[in-house]
């Protein structure tokens, strides 16, 4: 009697214990990052290589993104930068000129005129961000994206009044190098996310390869045909800031405090 009361004491333990276990592998979930749409918000410079060097000098940049992050940390993203700098290589007026630098217009007068870059890069992305402390439920980490677009830049020339005529309207097209093409762009840098969504940030180094080529197709300044293919390469660095957009699920919801962090 004694042996058969004293075995089902150590069976009601066993039952109780594994219960037990059984509640509390209830109360933690394993943890796991839900999806989620971050809003990208950046600046930065670039210095010109290759075929882009010819004509331009270095340039600011500023634009955004639209990123889907999964909970295996992948990224995808849509974006677009704005080019632009107020100073470049290569005065396409230069035989417009007079002795003095300066441009007489149909009035007689003279007067200057400024030349900058303008452009724009439109890009789909695909990368990956590396945490580098996953027991942390946040996305903090190295990450690297490949990127391919369509890049577009000229040379912008600012004209003072409507006098100017031979530099305005269909003229213009004959110096601004308007040019077009696919181009490729690879970026590695860090990204940071805070628990409590106050900071969110990114910084990293860009290097483009742009194939392109002169959509004008005749510069009137060297007197010729412009046709020929063109490498322009664009190594960088920018920083900006975030806005995540955590999407919760059934299995991953915000009352179980899984959070995107």
Do not use: C
Not at 55 to 80: C, D, E, R, S, V
Not at 105 to 130: C, E, H, P
Not at 140 to 163: C, N, S
Not at 172 to 183: H, N, S
Request: proline share 4%; charged share 20%.
């Amino acid at each position: 009697m004694k042996t058969t009361l004293f075995l089902l004491f150590w069976v009601a333990v066993g039952l109780s214990f594994s219960l037990a276990q059984t509640d509390t592998t209830k109360a933690k979930p394993t943890f796991k990052f839900p999806s989620a749409i971050v809003i990208d918000f950046g600046i930065g410079g670039q210095m010109p290589f290759a075929d882009m060097r010819t004509n331009f000098k270095n340039n600011l940049n500023a634009g955004g993104k639209i990123n889907f992050f999964t909970p295996q940390h992948y990224i995808f993203g849509l974006g677009m930068d704005y080019i632009y700098a107020d100073q470049i290589r290569t005065d396409v007026v230069a035989n417009l000129r007079n002795p003095d630098g300066l441009i007489i217009d149909k009035m007689g007068t003279t007067s200057s005129i400024a030349l900058g870059q303008r452009g724009f890069y439109i890009n789909a992305s695909v990368g990956k961000l590396f945490l580098l402390n996953p027991q942390k439920r946040r996305r903090e980490g190295i990450e690297a994206r490949f990127m391919v677009g369509y890049l577009q830049h000229k040379i912008r020339l600012k004209v003072p009044g409507t006098d100017m005529v031979q530099i305005q309207g269909e003229y213009i097209k004959g110096y601004d190098r308007l040019t077009a093409g696919v181009a490729i762009q690879q970026y590695i840098g860090y990204r940071y996310m805070s628990p409590n969504r106050l900071i969110n940030i990114f910084a990293g180094i860009d290097f483009l390869q742009g194939f392109t080529r002169n959509l004008r197709g005749y510069n009137f300044d060297q007197q010729r045909a412009d046709t020929e293919l063109r490498v322009d390469i664009l190594l960088g660095f920018r920083a900006g800031i975030s806005i995540p957009f955590p999407i919760y699920t059934e299995k991953i919801s915000k009352n179980q405090e899984l959070f995107f962090y």
